[in-house]
């Protein structure tokens, strides 16, 4: 979704989320409606009405009309998502499994970027908690034998290598004397 080169990096459409309800995810058709996870279907709609009386065309400057275009094309979009329950709940699900897939893949290996909201963690703070000491030391363990089961199937690997070639050098050796 393009945004107008004065605009700052907070999406113009997402209100303050109140205390108490989950973060409105960055990047995902709820910011553009500005609406919670947990929005009622009455909820989108007023949401998605505020919204295109905002940012319609036909309400814009012909400088910004462009753009303000490109804005209401993403408000139909999260619209159209969002107020078909099949639809905004195979949403949802897409959005919890970018979240899953994120988790698995920072914890094995660093963890990637994908999807529009690349760089952030869509729906984190709403299924990730921190750790408790005893999951933390549980970490540490796993790490500890991990790094114990690599130095001993490098050594493994290592001694078999040297082994065959020992071998190999003893059955050119006695080629060698009997031809």
């Keep these: 979704m393009s945004r107008s080169p004065t605009s700052s990096t907070r999406d113009p459409r997402a209100g303050p989320t109140p205390a108490g309800r989950p ?9 553009t409606l500005g609406v919670p996870i947990d929005a009622t279907p009455a909820q989108v709609t007023r949401a998605y009405r505020a919204a295109m009386k905002r940012f319609h065309p036909d309400r814009q400057s012909a400088g910004r009309r462009s753009w303000a275009e490109e804005q209401a094309k993403g408000i139909n979009e999260a619209y159209g998502t969002l107020s078909k329950p099949f639809a905004r709940q195979a949403y949802d699900r897409t959005i919890q ?3 899953v897939q ?3 893949m920072s914890r094995y290996a660093g963890g990637f970027a994908t999807g529009p ?7 984190g ?3 990730r908690r921190d750790p408790t000491v005893a999951e933390r030391q549980d ?3 796993a790490n500890r034998g991990a790094l114990v ?17 020992v071998a190999w050098a003893a059955l050119v050796a006695l080629a060698g004397r009997l031809f």
């Design 117 to 123: 909201a690349a760089g952030t963690d869509p729906l």
């Design 23 to 31: 973060a409105i995810p960055p990047g995902t058709h709820y910011a």
């Design 139 to 141: 970490r540490r363990e």
């Design 149 to 165: 089961s690599l130095i001993l199937v490098f050594s493994g690997v290592t001694a078999g290598l040297v082994a065959l070639l």
């Design 97 to 99: 499994q970018q979240v």
């Design 125 to 127: 703070d709403r299924f």
């Design 102 to 104: 994120e988790q698995i």
